[in-house]
């Protein structure tokens, strides 16, 4: 079995200031891991996905995040945001022998920006 | 990027009606889609898993009478949410999965559906 977990529901935030949303996962075979931000009444976008390689990925918008495979953890970052990612952020997981299939999403984060 | 439609993108129905939420690959053929759903402020919960030319798998507890699930084509699933009852409303995701041997590991998602039974 696996599950993701994002500890925080809400993440409020002031414009230019750096962010770091949480992503723990567990897994008894190997994962791949995903991004996506969700903005108002839309569908997911996929701001960026760790298949193998390098630990440090580099997605959209300027986001990044860093696979931690002894600390479970894939955590999302920023070094400045701006008002425009406002929006819920999911992590999700899925076993590296399904590719993209059997998705498991976390709870999500609402990351707010504030002016 | 490879593109998921859906339509329509919000409906209105009444208690007891059906609704028919279609999902198309625009640019690219999915062998595999899947429907999820959405409740406000929640994460999205997988419905079930469509592979074209096969039957869909539901996951526990989704009632498969009653989320009809059809993927005839490459490119096109539906949902019929039959008898359709205000608990229904919620927003529903569709998303695909390039055919296998693409090496594209991503599943597309759709902009969804808001759905909404008076």
């Known amino acids: 079995a696996q599950s993701v977990t994002q500890l925080d529901s809400q993440v409020p935030v002031f414009e230019e200031a750096p962010v770091e949303l949480r992503c723990n996962y567990s897994?008894?075979?190997?994962?791949?891991l995903f991004w996506y931000v969700q903005y108002p009444n839309q569908g997911l976008q996929l701001l960026l996905k760790?298949?193998?390689?390098?630990?440090l990925v580099k997605g959209i918008n300027g986001f990044e995040a860093e696979f931690n495979k002894s600390q479970t953890s894939f955590h999302l970052r920023k070094p400045s945001v701006h008002i425009s990612d406002t929006a819920e952020y999911f992590c999700?997981?899925?076993?590296?022998?399904?590719?993209?299939?059997?998705?498991?999403f976390g709870t999500g984060t609402r990351l707010t920006v504030i002016p | 990027g490879a593109v998921v439609s859906q339509h329509p993108s919000w409906v209105i129905c009444k208690s007891g009606t059906s609704v028919k939420i279609e999902c198309r690959s625009l640019?690219?053929?999915?062998?595999?889609m899947f429907w999820y759903r959405q409740f406000p402020k929640q994460s999205l919960m997988l419905m079930a898993t469509?592979?074209?030319?096969?039957?869909?798998?539901?996951e526990q507890g989704v009632e498969k009478d009653k989320f009809l699930i059809n993927h005839a084509s490459l490119t096109l699933s539906t949902l019929t949410v039959t008898s359709a009852h205000p608990e229904d409303s919620s927003f529903y995701i569709c998303?695909?999965?390039?055919?296998?041997?693409?090496?594209?590991?991503?599943?597309?998602f759709g902009p969804g559906t808001r759905l909404t039974v008076t």
């Open positions: 640019d690219f053929q999915a062998t595999t």
């Open positions: 897994s008894s075979v190997s994962v791949y």
């Open positions: 469509s592979n074209e030319g096969s039957k869909a798998t539901y």
């Open positions: 760790y298949l193998s390689g390098s630990t």
């Open positions: 998303s695909a999965t390039p055919r296998p041997g693409t090496g594209d590991y991503e599943q597309y």
């Open positions: 999700a997981v899925s076993w590296a022998t399904t590719g993209a299939n059997n998705l498991f």
